[in-house]
């Protein structure tokens, strides 16, 4: 099984700064890896899919990047709903998540 | 607007059975692989079974397998888990998502429920 290890667990930021999220396959996946938001009592959303391709109404200032074992999702600028938390997703070989990184306001 | 809706969870006893549905609109569901991800508090999300567009095939994770069964009713727009031989380690949120088919067998989920609690717990 591929084991997906996201750092840190929890991110504190200040709303308007960058947060960068980092997200590690215990092998390669390619391109095939996925990002989620999931705000506080609500349901996953998806992100960025293929590395770095944004989803149907996703902002701009969320870009993801990263290739083979080493992936990041970047938020350029935080707003107020981006704090979060924030789950990748490998499907290149079966589909195994991350344990999430929590986006706090710092 | 594409909507998912869960329902059936709940409190049951280790050794019990327990079946979620998800009602699914706003999209032609019998063109989609349909899914189950569950996430158990305060933890990360795990997949656990997926079924094809007409029924066919079905994919479990190996932790459920024998125990949960997933079909659906493309008359009705509606999925089904079939839990039996509940554990404490079953308890979690499960929800139901719609699939998208990057290849074979390379799948994530582009839109998903809000969904339902299960606790096993005597």
């Given amino acids: 099984e591929i084991v997906m ?3 840190p667990v929890t991110l504190s930021v200040s ?3 960058r947060a960068t999220l980092s997200c590690r396959a215990s092998q390669s996946v390619s391109s095939n890896l996925a990002w989620y938001q999931q705000r506080p009592g609500q349901a996953p959303r998806l992100l960025i899919y293929g590395a770095t391709a944004r989803a149907t109404g996703i902002p701009a200032r969320f870009s993801g990047s990263g290739s083979g074992t080493e992936f990041t999702l970047t938020i350029s600028s935080l707003q107020s709903e981006d704090f979060a938390v924030y789950h990748c ?3 290149n ?3 195994t998540f991350g344990q999430g990184t929590k986006v706090e306001i710092k | ?3 998912l809706m869960e329902s059936g969870g709940g409190l049951v006893q280790p050794g019990g059975s327990l079946r979620l549905s998800c009602s ?3 999209f032609t569901f019998s063109s989609y692989w349909m899914s189950w991800v569950r996430q158990a508090p305060g933890k990360g999300l795990e997949y656990v079974a997926s079924i094809k567009q007409d029924g066919s095939d079905k994919i479990y994770v190996d932790s459920v397998k024998g125990r949960f069964t997933f079909s659906r009713d ?3 727009n509606s999925l089904y888990l079939q839990m039996n031989s509940l554990r404490a380690e079953d308890t979690a949120v499960y929800y139901c998502a719609r ?3 990057a290849a074979a067998g390379r799948h994530y989920f582009d839109y998903w429920g809000q969904g339902t609690l299960v606790t096993v717990s005597s």
């Fill in chain 1, 5 to 7: 290890t996201q750092s």
């Fill in chain 1, 15 to 17: 709303p308007g700064e």
């Fill in chain 1, 89 to 91: 997703q490998q499907y």
């Fill in chain 1, 93 to 95: 070989n079966w589909r």
């Fill in chain 2, 1 to 3: 607007e594409v909507q």
């Fill in chain 2, 24 to 26: 699914a609109s706003g």
């Fill in chain 2, 74 to 76: 493309n008359a009705k």
């Fill in chain 2, 99 to 101: 699939d998208v088919r």
